[in-house]
């Protein structure tokens, strides 16, 4: 069997490639995916409930990019959403990311930004370039913040100290002195109307693009003829591990549907000191489903390994060291893009994947160095005839 592009998995950096390399070059493509689904971790379903579950943990879409959500919108209409969360600790809700309301809550009584903003310059500690997660938040907070809602959280879902992680990720987490209580501060924030399932459904559904699914690359790279790989599997495991495994961090979800409308006040709780889940999605909140039960996923963060999916690369100086061999060892690969979250090793939204996919394609057809798979006709077996 004979393909011009094969591309290792359905997520969103595999499948926006198809689209593009079908759609805009006219070229074949087969993607292949080991798992039994399309949507890589975005993946959601109804279920028994009929609740819209995500599979692979709240997936909330938020971009500040026109250009992504034009694109996105041939293949999906939207469903507008203010991501709202909460955090648990000290025995009580808290507004959370911080916030003038969590101040209030702090103090116990009404207050204004100027006081906030007063009161934070006193907690702060005067750090002029943060090094690190923990210096990020303590430079904006100070410590009494920090150890109510970062400190704890970050070592259950890291297994290791703030300071031990690139500034990005306590830094993803916006700290404001106003009364904006959302989640995320992108300015399109949205869930495809009908799910991303069906999102993923139209943008792969071109003719020029075969899925196969619970089909693993290393399986059939021997078997099938193509002329060009994008790549978006991890990249260690491409290279057979051969400087070391990438460390990943990985999670157990935990779902559990009950028989009442709603369990929580928000669509996400998280619990930063207690427990040994990070937090309680419940994505009902979301859509705004009607529907007598509904549906939890407690999230329990853990070691990656045999078993274990790989969610998260682990963004710090050593992990990125390692990923620069790996990296080198891409560059002088013929014929191959490595695109996504996994085989470029990074933490990365859904928004940024799509970018990097757009990009990959725009590098594609302009310099036109990919090669197409010139079909022996011994090798077509008639169906393809
Ligand atoms: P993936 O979605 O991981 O897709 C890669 C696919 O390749 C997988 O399906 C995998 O099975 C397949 N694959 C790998 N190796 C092989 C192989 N050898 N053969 C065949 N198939 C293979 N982003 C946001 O913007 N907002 C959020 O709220 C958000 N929440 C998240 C919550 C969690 C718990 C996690 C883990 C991620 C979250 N993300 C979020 C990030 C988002 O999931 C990623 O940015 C996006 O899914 C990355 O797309 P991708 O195509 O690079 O990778
Ligand atoms: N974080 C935290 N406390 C929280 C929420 C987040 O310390 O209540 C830190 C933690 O290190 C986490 C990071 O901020 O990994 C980014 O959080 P986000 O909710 O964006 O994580 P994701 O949804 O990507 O898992």
């Excluded at 923990?134 to 109510?148: A, D, H, N, T």
């Excluded at 400190?151 to 879902?157: A, S, V």
């Amino acid at each position: 069997m004979s393909f011009d592009f094969l591309i290792v998995g359905a997520g969103f950096a595999g499948s926006v490639l198809a689209e593009r390399i079908a759609s805009q070059l006219g070229k074949t493509c087969l993607v292949v995916e080991r798992r039994n689904h399309i949507g890589g971790n975005a993946y959601d379903h109804h279920d028994r409930a009929g609740v819209l579950v995500h599979d692979y943990g709240p997936h909330y879409f938020r971009t500040n990019s026109q250009r992504i959500v034009d694109y996105l919108s041939q293949f999906t209409e939207w469903h507008p959403v203010e991501y709202k969360i909460l955090s648990w600790t000290h025995g009580r809700f808290w507004q959370f990311p911080i916030n003038l309301n969590t101040f209030e809550e702090l103090i116990g009584r009404p207050s204004t930004t100027e006081e906030m903003e007063a009161q934070l310059a006193e907690w702060r500690v005067k750090i002029a370039n943060p090094k690190n997660s923990e210096e990020v938040i303590v430079s904006q907070v100070g410590w009494k913040l920090y150890e109510m809602f970062f400190q704890n959280y970050t070592r259950k879902q890291w297994q290791r100290d703030a300071r031990q992680l690139d500034p990005s990720v306590c830094g993803r987490i916006p700290i404001r002195t106003n009364r904006d209580d959302r989640y995320l501060s992108e300015k399109f924030q949205a869930l495809p109307k009908n799910g991303y399932t069906s999102m993923f459904q139209k943008i792969l559904s071109h003719p020029k693009i075969d899925v196969w699914l619970n089909t693993d690359y290393r399986e059939v790279r021997q078997h099938v003829r193509f002329g060009h790989l994008i790549f978006t599997g991890p990249i260690d495991e491409y290279f057979d591990h051969c400087f070391g495994r990438l460390p990943y961090r990985s999670l157990r979800f935990e779902p559990e549907t009950l028989p009442q409308e709603y369990f929580q006040p928000a669509m996400q709780v998280n619990y930063p000191n207690d427990h040994d889940f990070t937090r309680i999605v419940e994505i009902k909140h979301a859509r705004g489903q009607k529907l007598p039960s509904t549906t939890i996923v407690r999230e329990y963060p853990q070691n990656f390994g045999p078993g274990h999916e790989p969610y998260y690369p682990i963004p710090a100086p050593d992990a990125k060291a390692l990923y620069s061999k790996y990296a080198e060892r891409a560059a002088l690969e013929k014929n191959v893009g490595f695109v996504g979250r996994l085989a470029t090793y990074r933490y990365y939204n859904m928004d940024q994947i799509v970018g990097m996919a757009l990009a990959e394609f725009n590098r594609l057809r302009i310099s036109r160095q990919y090669q197409v798979s010139v079909a022996q006709p011994s090798m077509l077996s008639p169906a393809f005839l």
